[in-house]
């Protein structure tokens, strides 16, 4: 592996077509085009927890997307080093009439790992999930917490070198919050690198190293996480005192 | 990536058995319905309808696949990027390995009509293969448009149940040519006419009777369709998958 950044933006700007019609995918950039990013720059190191907040729909979601290689950008350029693993809100790229082993069976070979690979994890994933006898039930008979708790324990137990989780955390339980938390610095000790969307600030605080405030597609901040989520107050003008 | 293609069969076990029961009792209605009903003298004339219904249906049903490929899984798209690509080819693959099980049903036909088993079987296997050839080149070039406005799959539903009449599948390619006329004439524009036609002289055991026009007609469509197609799928589905 090399050193460096394990994530990097440039520039990177993304629009996403208003206009309907098969024409939409021929020519170029259009004025009616909504701006989902914009000017984006940033490293993220490896080894580091980095929070991303922000309103919604500033361009949290899509700058993940981004940095998994979901979207290409339309200016400027992002690089991973490392397998990448996109944890989205609510079992986003699981399927609902599989069972929970079945999807993560499924999802550990979209990833490219093994049948055999995937039996030797399950236990973990099992165990970590909690999910005991319902790892075979349909997936559309789980809580949105049993899903979240899945996904956590697959995308941690395939072990990847860059883990972007969107949002998923706030919908557990508090005694899954802190296991996630445990799990997630677990990660980043043995040099991984996560990037984490959420609203919980609390969390945030307490296990990302930076965080970036986003505002209309723009990056308004960068820092440390107390100074960031004043950031976020400030600009959305707002007493944090009243408001929590 | 073929693990996800067996993912994917493991799901239809119960489907397996019903690609075979299908068709069969198809067989059954055909002949009551051509051999006593309207009283064609050829008592092989239910087996064609049913040939040509297998390969028509490989056809059709690969082209529908392929082309709602990315919308259909839209969720595992937005979750993880590897090769866009896989998603045709996965439907593909998976509708030719059914359509072959289907046409397994040709098999205790020859023993029921007393037709001398030759090695030009091999036929059928191959019309099925050149059906799902013909398709997936169409449906690659139409998926990324299909993202954009889902018209497209409309489209192509009436598109194949119109081949269904224009191609002989309900009829056969020696009844045109007999009748003579304007289609006669025409009738090798569709490039469905030779699979079809191919199959059914490999069950019948005799060589297929086409000049070589319409082979090279055939083939070169079908090579032409699968460059198109997958130059406009490689150049179109980055910015198709922003509309999903």
New interface residues.
């Given amino acids: 592996m090399t050193d460096g950044p394990a994530l990097r933006l440039s520039n990177v700007g993304l629009t ?2 208003r206009r ?3 024409r ?2 021929f020519g170029g950039r259009q004025s009616t085009d909504f701006v989902a990013l914009e000017g984006i720059d940033l490293e993220v190191k490896r080894g580091e927890v980095l929070g991303v907040i922000g309103r919604n729909g500033s361009g949290k979601s899509t700058m993940l ?1 981004v940095m ?5 950008p339309d200016v400027g350029e992002a690089k991973a080093s490392g397998r ?3 944890l ?1 809100s609510l079992g ?4 609902g ?2 069972t929970g082993r ?1 999807n993560a ?2 999802y550990g ?4 790992r ?2 055999e690979q995937m039996l030797e994890l399950m236990n973990g994933i099992i165990e970590f999930s909690e999910l005991h006898d319902f790892i075979d039930e349909p997936l559309r008979t789980y809580s949105s917490g049993m899903r979240a708790r899945l996904g956590l324990a697959v995308v941690s137990a395939l072990d990847p070198d860059i883990l972007l989780i969107d949002e998923v955390l706030g919908v557990g339980d508090p005694v899954f919050k802190e296991k996630s938390k445990k799990k997630i610095l677990d990660m980043v000790g043995g040099a991984g690198t996560v990037v984490l969307v959420s609203h919980s600030f609390g969390l945030m605080t307490s296990i990302c190293d930076r965080i970036v405030h986003m505002k209309g597609g723009h990056i308004d901040f960068v820092g440390e996480p107390q100074e960031a989520i004043s950031a976020y107050y400030r600009s959305e003008g707002v007493d944090p005192e009243v408001s929590e | 990536m073929r ?2 293609v067996r ?1 994917r069969f ?2 239809a076990y119960l489907g397996y058995a019903w690609t075979v029961i299908e068709p069969a009792m198809l067989a059954v209605v055909y002949y009551f319905l051509f051999s006593l009903l309207s009283g064609n003298d050829d008592i092989l004339y239910a087996v064609w309808v049913l040939i040509g219904v297998i390969v028509w249906s490989c056809f059709g049903k690969t082209l529908q696949a392929t082309v709602g490929s990315l919308t259909r899984n839209a ?8 090769p866009r690509a896989i998603f045709p080819l996965t439907s593909t693959v998976s509708n030719i390995i059914l359509s072959l099980l289907s046409s397994l049903v040709v098999l205790p036909l020859l023993v029921v009509f007393d037709v001398s088993v030759t090695w030009r079987l091999v036929f059928v296997p191959m019309a099925i293969g050149l059906a799902a050839a013909q398709a997936i080149g169409l449906g690659m070039l139409l998926a ?2 299909n993202c ?2 889902q018209d497209v799959e409309h489209m192509v539903r009436f598109i194949v149940r119109a081949g269904f009449f224009l191609s002989p599948v309900m009829w056969t390619w020696e009844m045109a040519v007999e009748r003579g006329g304007l289609y006669a004439d025409i009738i090798l524009i569709n490039p469905m006419v030779l699979p079809i036609t191919l199959a059914r002289h490999g069950f019948e055991g005799t060589p297929l009777d086409m000049g070589p026009e319409a082979l090279v007609f055939c083939f070169a469509w079908t090579v032409v369709m699968w460059v198109i197609g997958s130059m406009v799928f490689a150049s ?1 589905e ?6 999903l």
């Fill in positions: 996403f077509p309907r019609g098969i939409a995918l997307r998994a290689g979901v979207f290409s990448v693993s996109l989205a986003t790229g699981f399927a009439h599989l079945e069976m499924l070979s979209v990833l490219g093994s049948r | 693990r996800e993912g493991k799901n969720s595992m798209i937005h979750l993880v990027h590897f990324p448009f954009v406005q179109k980055r910015g198709a998958v922003k509309h």
